[in-house]
């Protein structure tokens, strides 16, 4: 690892800081460097706050090291005004001539220009360092401005033979495969995505909340199929506490927080769902079931990760997990619960 790298891994680690509150904007981290010695670093906090650059700035001592330093970023520094003034302003502005960035801001008010106007502007930019782990720090952001849709995560909990629900369900409410660790892990990734998606069975099996009430965090905005509305009015995906779209073939008029989106059932509506939830402006969505909507998405390759739990209980028969191919990425275990993840490359 060179002293590039070096840097700009610390940038990723600082970004790492702001998942899930900077939306809609991207995880950014910054350092300023002196003579080998890190004299200012920031991240991007959330979403209207200073950006990583102007943070690292802000937070050297004596400012007349800036001109004689070099400032690392994740990721292209921004060169128009938003909620806040461009990021190459102040750089320039600040007399700093050596610029390091991991990689290119796929955003089409930036995309290449905050560069160009550090290089006009006399610094010496070098692009490109660590650039797929910056890219990939930003997979849910590079996703939306690339692909025009979320990045979609898929979600299940299997017993060790195979099934995601028991053949009767008894009462309302979930049957628990994994334990209270795997639990709190699940609403923690709530926490770090836009939005959470369930279909018709399980909103009405299960009658979830698909909040973050084991962690502390901001709520997903959910989004529920029921195509012919039949979900019971009482359930707890409509107590209007949390936005939540409702996805379904005749469109109502929203109300209590519930936004109504008109879909045509005979097509496929994996794409339509994306299209959907990019009006909507939002960059990721994890899929927590139940099989068929969760198939659905695999049948047409439309997802990006998976994330599988596998308890140790068995239910003999019932709801089969679904099926799907993909890159294992990783394997932990949580207690006795084990835990895949899968990467669709």
């Known amino acids: 690892m060179n002293i ?37 670093e920031g991240w991007h906090q959330k979403a209207g706050a200073p950006h990583a650059e102007v943070n690292a700035i802000n937070s050297v ?6 001109k004689k330093a070099t400032i690392y970023v994740s990721l292209e520094p921004c060169s128009h005004f938003g909620k806040t003034p461009p990021c190459s302003d102040l750089i320039i502005a600040k007399g700093i001539k050596k610029v390091v960035i991991g990689t290119v801001d796929p955003f089409a008010e930036v995309a290449g220009r905050g560069i160009k106007k550090l290089m006009e502007a006399g610094c010496e930019v070098q692009v490109g360092i660590l650039e797929k782990k910056c890219q990939d720090l ?16 898929l979600k299940w909990a299997q017993t060790a033979d195979g099934f995601i ?34 279909g018709t069975n399980t909103a009405i099996a299960d009658n979830p909340k698909l909040n973050t009430r084991l962690w502390e965090g901001t709520n997903p905005v959910r989004v529920v199929i029921d195509k012919e509305l039949k979900i019971p009015q009482e359930s707890a995906l409509f107590d209007g506490s949390i936005k939540t779209i409702v996805l379904n073939e005749n469109e109502t008029s929203d109300k209590n927080n519930l936004i109504f989106e008109k879909l045509d059932f005979q097509q496929d509506l994996s794409q339509q769902i994306c299209e959907v939830l990019y009006r909507h402006n939002l960059q990721s969505v994890i899929i927590e079931g139940g099989a068929k909507t969760l198939q659905t998405f695999i049948d047409v390759d439309l997802w990006d990760e998976a994330r599988v739990f596998t308890g140790i209980s068995e239910f003999h028969k019932g709801l089969k997990a679904p099926e799907f191919s993909g890159k294992m990425f990783s394997e932990i275990s949580l207690e006795r619960d084990n835990l895949k993840t899968y990467r669709n490359d």
């Open 165 to 198: 629900a028991p053949k009767i369900q008894e009462k309302r409410e979930p049957v628990w495969i994994t334990n209270q660790y795997s639990k709190q892990l699940v609403h923690k990734w709530r926490s770090e995505e836009q939005a959470i998606l369930v």
């Open 61 to 66: 001592k004596d400012e007349s090291l800036l």
């Open 138 to 153: 930003n997979k849910r952001f590079f996703t939306f401005h690339q692909k025009k849709r979320p990045y979609i995560i």
């Open 4 to 40: 590039h790298e070096k840097y700009i891994k610390r940038c990723i680690e600082l970004a790492k800081n702001g998942l899930g509150t900077t939306y809609p904007n991207p995880l950014v981290g910054s350092v300023i460097v002196h003579q080998n010695k890190i004299i200012g």
